[in-house]
T-cell receptor, first 112, second 114 residues
Framework: KNQVEQSPQSLIILEGKNCTLQ??????????LRWYKQDTGRGPVSLTI?????NTKSNGRYTATLDADTKQSSLHITASQLSDSASYIC???????????FGKGTKLSVIP | GAVVSQHPSWVICKSGTSVKIECRSL??????MFWYRQFPKQSLMLMAT?????????EQGVEKDKFLINHASLTLSTLTVTSAHPEDSSFYIC??????????FGPGTRLLVL
């Protein structure tokens, strides 16, 4: 069964600190993996997208990693800001398909 | 690029009325669009897949007569919630696909049925 598991479910960190979110997947055949940021009451916004051959992708203070062998990905947020408070969703695409498999997300709260 | 808009962004309606939500791809053509529903603190749940010029494909448990989908052009899909009831209150998000394996999400529409 195609699944995406994220951890932790929620996380509270102090402003300025770093954090890492995890995503494990069983989706096969694999096409790409995206990390999205979803603010409350808004649609998901893409942060990074990685294909099978990529193992690191950065977007400002966001750095995603992918290990296609172990089917694991992480999203590292550096020097967190209050505006980083949101849900972060890991989404995996199946090759040759429109189908997306969503993780349940990690709710990040950055406090002053 | 790759902007998807939704209208309205929020709507409040009385029970029994119908509500139409529009999803537009602004700078690309989308042969396929998707409609999702998201309840509080939960992830997006796919409701239906809409292909331009053909009938939508609904996920199991989603009533096609309740949620009418029209994908009349390569840049516009509409979702009509017919005879809305309070349990239909939710956050509805569309996405548009210019190609397989890529989806761009809209900002969502919050529906509140009184």
């Amino acid at each position: 069964k195609n699944q995406v598991e994220q951890s932790p479910q929620s996380l509270i960190i102090l402003e300025g600190k770093n954090c890492t979110l995890q995503c494990n997947y069983t989706v096969s055949p694999f096409s790409n993996l995206r990390w999205y940021k979803q603010d409350t009451g808004r649609g998901p916004v893409s942060l990074t997208i990685m294909t099978f051959s990529e193992n690191t992708k950065s977007n400002g203070r966001y750095t995603a990693t992918l290990d296609a062998d172990t089917k694991q990905s992480s999203l590292h947020i550096t020097a967190s800001q209050l505006s980083d408070s949101a849900s972060y969703i890991c989404v995996v695409s199946r090759a040759g398909s429109y189908q997306l498999t969503f993780g349940k997300g990690t709710k990040l709260s950055v406090i002053p | 690029g790759a902007v998807v808009s939704q209208h309205p962004s929020w709507v409040i309606c009385k029970s029994g009325t119908s509500v139409k939500i529009e999803c537009r791809s602004l700078d690309f053509q989308a042969t396929t669009m998707f409609w999702y529903r998201q309840f509080p603190k939960q992830s997006l749940m796919l409701m239906a897949t809409s292909n331009e010029g053909s009938k939508a494909t609904y996920e199991q448990g989603v009533e096609k007569d309740k949620f009418l989908i029209n994908h009349a052009s390569l840049t516009l899909s509409t979702l009509t919630v017919t005879s809305a009831h309070p349990e239909d209150s939710s956050f509805y998000i569309c996405s548009a696909s210019p190609s397989q394996e890529t989806q761009y999400f809209g900002p969502g529409t919050r529906l509140l049925v009184l």
